[in-house]
């Protein structure tokens, strides 16, 4: 039997961060010293007091159905924290609790986006974002932005991408993959036009914590009441707490829109998982001592790692002050990306992503959220690679 199946699927391309992930693991598995730097998950354990808020929940039995938009105590929580943290004045009402923040993003698109719809989408961008504007059945609009600029989408280019059509600009400050962490001056710069053009903005701060140097986060939201009201926010806590398989994300945003991605929820996924949410309660309310040594240990990486790509010839990285990625240029040596993560898998056993992934076939993605003697190891391998292509 021949089963059609529907347009939908043949429009979206199978997420790499993940395939790439499952290969590398795969392998792993196989007994194959496989070091890598592909997938965007901590190293870390989830630390003990989130564990145990779970566990503590699990024994009271937190096991049952709960409102689709999330536990009332979680849902207070993250308005807390996005009053506190961000300057963002949301009530627990102004938040769903979704599976990740890929599933709030979904969610998101889901409810606002139609056939018609254009999106504007800065590259290098997150690999999911087109793809799910095109399941929701709208038009991504993809910006290049360049090495010069910091990979950094400026206003007038924000601006000329603007149609009748536009509903929607996706910023992600600190970025996936380029590490780009916009200045609060660029981000007041960038509300400037979404208010000036009447657009939506998302904004994607999973990776707001993870800031080096002077960097600074500002939500964009918070630049004033205007941008606020056209602000919907994703985040969730995956990066900060080394939380990446609870599942647990958020949206969020003006009342309707949350109602409306909250009914679609209730029709596809409905609670996330309960006890889980009790994890996310504890991360948020406990001292945050956790996300500091994180972040310490994340901030050496990244000098060690930098180190390393800075001295491989035909390399071409800026230096990322946020997230935990480095995404070299490697457009001098002219190989496309997916050959050279290819060639860097079966030669030296290196998982690196492909920066097609994001929209810039010219660089590629490394990941350091894994321990310091992998990183050596895996970029001793990686220079002999080069080497061997030059
Ligand atoms: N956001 C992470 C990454 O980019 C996780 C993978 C994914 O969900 O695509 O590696």
Redesign the pocket.
């Known amino acids: 039997m021949s089963m059609k199946l529907a347009a939908r699927v043949a429009q979206v391309t199978p997420?790499m961060?993940?395939a790439i992930d499952t290969k590398a693991k795969a392998m792993k598995r196989e007994g194959i010293d496989v070091i890598s730097f592909s997938?965007?998950?901590p190293d870390f354990d989830t630390p003990a007091h989130i564990r145990t808020a779970a566990e503590i929940a699990l024994e009271q039995g937190k096991t049952r159905y709960g409102a689709a938009a999330g536990e009332p105590k979680l849902r207070e929580a993250i308005a807390q924290k996005l009053q506190r943290d961000n300057g963002l004045c949301y009530g627990a009402d102004n938040v769903l609790v979704t599976n990740g923040g890929?599933h709030s993003l979904f969610n998101l698109m889901l409810a606002l986006i139609e056939p018609g719809d254009e999106v504007i989408i800065p590259a290098p961008f997150?690999?999911?974002y087109p793809e799910m504007v095109k399941l929701a059945g709208g038009t991504p609009v993809i910006v290049p932005t360049t090495l010069e600029s910091g990979y950094k989408i400026t206003p007038e280019q924000l601006r000329q991408a603007v149609t009748p059509k536009t509903k929607l600009f996706v910023f992600n400050s600190p970025s996936?993959p380029t590490g780009m962490v916009y200045t609060p001056d660029e981000v007041r710069a960038l509300a400037q036009v979404v208010v000036e053009q009447n657009l939506l903005v998302v904004s994607d701060e999973i990776y707001e914590k993870l800031l080096y140097d002077q960097a600074e986060h500002l939500s964009i939201g918070a630049v004033n009441p205007d941008i606020f009201e056209r602000t919907i926010v994703s985040s969730g806590f995956a990066k900060t707490y080394a939380m990446t398989g609870w599942r647990v994300g958020f949206l969020a945003g003006p009342l309707p829109l949350i109602q409306a991605a909250t009914k679609i929820q209730g029709h596809s996924t409905s609670n996330v998982c309960t006890f889980a949410q009790y994890g996310a309660v504890a991360a948020y309310e406990a001292p945050q001592d956790c996300v500091q040594q994180m972040l310490q240990a994340f901030s050496e990486r990244r000098q060690i790692i930098l180190e390393f790509i800075n001295a491989i010839p035909g390399f071409n990285c800026p230096k990322p002050d946020g997230a935990f990625y480095v995404f070299p240029n490697i457009a001098q040596l002219g190989i496309s990306s997916i050959d050279f993560c290819n060639g860097l898998l079966e030669t030296q056993q290196v998982a690196a992503i492909p920066g097609i992934a994001f929209g810039a076939d010219d660089c590629v993605r490394f990941?350091y959220a894994t321990d310091v003697e992998s990183i050596r190891r895996g970029m001793e391998r990686l220079t002999t690679y080069v080497k061997s292509l030059a």
């Open positions: 997420s961060t993940l997938v965007g998950e890929k997150w690999v999911s996936n990941s």
